[in-house]
């Protein structure tokens, strides 16, 4: 039993309870009780796209058609969608978003929940590009200034991310490498495998929209990248990862103090039909979290239909692992594991019922669902 004070801070859990069935004041659910989740990665500015891109056309065109695209929709109702879809996960118990930023278009949705005492937003605002050397600050500062400005005003978290390790010049991936949170897009695609070996569609993508070879093909992979170009303090969040290897994963663990690894499992399936290391993650111990990616990649920006989604493909991935990682790995991924993600006393975490469970079995039924409590 978990005791909340009037403004939702935790006062106390119970594991042991006397005639719990006739305590005052107490509410009864059927179900699992969780604190409130966190989308550790999520495009909230891409709402309109929902049913825009066909399923699993591959990265490259997945790539083309949002940057085509972008435009299609009027900036006033991409703000919109941006407000529905931030309600939807509120109501649907998600407490906390890592959400990336390319423009402000999301700002108003996140600044209304701010003062609604709503969903808690880390925003990353991220910049790609391939400038001559020269040319890299004034770039970098173009791009990130107006959205931390935009984010000050409105009294917003905001700090700037790369996009990914192989869109970003050599001098304007150093440039954000003292930011207090990155948050990367890291071996999500098949497209990426062979990038540093100058072949697959990416490098021809990112090649091709440079107009020269990239200037970071020296490090030789991703991971080497990552581990030779920021500081080992650094407070990284690591996104999709479907396509990292166990050695990938080792120099990353070994390099890194803050490293989380986060699972968009229904984008990846959506756009290359591919699956998350859930396991290598799981047996390696590392700190993992969940995120649903846009809605120009998925069906919706809910959590549980995420945690179904793994439970469905890898039937041994215990549900209580998958919970954690909804909940507290997220709260850890963004620095807000003090405040967020569990029920402890003096935490804010609120509470949620997830609903559509065997118990015997401890499986997600079809008929799973959250509903916020508090």
């Given at each position: 039993m978990v005791r909340f004070a009037a403004d939702g801070t935790v006062l106390s859990v119970e594991t042991e309870c006397e005639r719990i069935d006739s305590l005052p004041r107490t509410e009864y659910h059927n179900g699992i009780l969780i604190p409130g989740m966190v989308n550790?990665?999520?495009?909230?500015?891409?709402?309109?796209?929902?049913?825009?891109?066909?399923?699993?056309?591959?990265?490259?065109?997945?790539?083309?058609?949002?940057?085509?695209?972008?435009?299609?929709?009027?900036?006033?109702?991409q703000i919109e969608r941006a407000i529905e879809e931030d309600r939807t996960m509120w109501a649907e118990g998600i407490q906390a978003v890592g959400d990336i930023s390319n423009d402000t278009t999301s700002f108003p949705a996140k600044t209304q929940a701010l003062r609604e005492g709503r969903t808690v937003y880390h925003t990353f605002a991220e910049y790609f590009g391939l400038p001559a050397e020269e040319e890299a600050e004034a770039f970098y500062h173009r791009t990130v200034d107006p959205l931390l400005t935009a984010g000050a005003e409105a009294g917003l978290v905001v700090t700037p991310t790369q996009h990914s390790t192989y869109f970003v010049s050599e001098k304007l991936f150093r440039l954000g490498a003292d930011s207090p949170r990155m948050s990367i897009h890291f071996m999500e695609t098949p497209a990426e495998v062979d990038f540093f070996d100058r072949r697959g569609g990416i490098y021809d993508l990112v090649t091709a929209s440079a107009g020269r070879e990239p200037d970071f093909l020296r490090y030789g992979g991703h991971a080497e990248r990552l581990v030779g170009?920021?500081?080992?303090?650094?407070?990284?969040?690591?996104?999709?990862?479907?396509?990292?290897?166990?050695?990938?994963?080792?120099?990353?663990?070994?390099?890194?103090?803050?490293?989380?690894?986060?699972l968009c499992p229904r984008?990846?399936?959506?756009?290359?039909?591919?699956?998350?290391?859930?396991?290598?993650?799981?047996?390696?111990?590392?700190?993992?979290?969940?995120?649903?990616?846009?809605?120009?990649?998925?069906?919706?920006?809910?959590?549980?239909?995420?945690?179904?989604w793994l439970a469905e493909h890898d039937p041994s991935l215990p549900l209580e692992t998958m919970l954690l990682w909804a909940t507290l790995g997220g709260a850890q991924a963004l620095g807000l594991g003090d405040c967020l993600g569990s029920f402890e006393p003096g935490k804010r975490p609120g509470a949620v019922l997830l609903s559509g469970v065997d118990f015997s079995t401890l499986r997600l039924t079809k008929d799973a669902r959250t509903v916020r409590l508090l």
């Open positions: 550790a990665h999520c495009h909230l500015e891409l709402s309109c796209f929902r049913g825009a891109i066909p399923p699993q056309a591959g990265m490259v065109e997945f790539i083309r058609q949002v940057v085509s695209r972008r435009n299609d929709f009027p900036r006033e109702v170009s920021l500081p080992r303090e650094a407070h990284l969040v690591l996104i999709h990862n479907t396509q990292m290897r166990r050695k990938d994963l080792d120099s990353i663990l070994s390099h890194f103090e803050d490293v989380t690894f986060v984008s990846n399936y959506y756009i290359d039909a591919d699956f998350p290391p859930a396991r290598m993650l799981l047996e390696a111990g590392a700190r993992v979290a969940l995120g649903t990616d846009s809605l120009s990649s998925n069906t919706s920006l809910s959590l549980v239909e995420e945690v179904r």
